[in-house]
Nanobody
């Protein structure tokens, strides 16, 4: 059974930092591209960052230069380092694993940026 479990969310003041983790099991992690998405209240889920199996990365314009996605194939885990957080970054953050045939989602972790 495939599982993606996010952790590391929480409440942080504007300008602060958080690191999200997504631990996976039940899949061949190194053969999946991994992504972080987020969904704010009343809005559609949107892409935050992607990392390919070759570790190339893509970021949304709204987080470029502030967020960094990385992966550790030995630990079957993908990370999202978030710096200079803004109130607009408040959302539920979801981990995604995908290849040419299928995709999986985690359950999400709440990030709230507020003073």
């Amino acid at each position: 059974q495939v599982q993606l479990v996010e952790s590391g969310g929480g409440l942080v003041p504007p300008g602060g930092s958080l690191t999200l983790s997504c631990a996976t099991s039940g899949l061949i992690f190194s053969s999946y591209a991994m992504g972080w998405y987020r969904q704010a209240p009343g809005k559609q889920r949107e892409l935050v960052a992607l990392i390919s199996i070759s570790r190339s990365t893509i970021y949304s314009d709204s987080v470029k230069g502030r967020f960094t996605i990385s992966r550790d194939n030995a630990k079957n885990t993908v990370y999202l380092q978030m710096n200079s957080l803004k109130p607009d970054d408040t959302a539920v953050y979801y981990c995604n694993a995908h290849n040419a045939f299928t995709y999986y989602w985690g359950q999400g972790t709440q990030v709230t940026v507020s003073s």
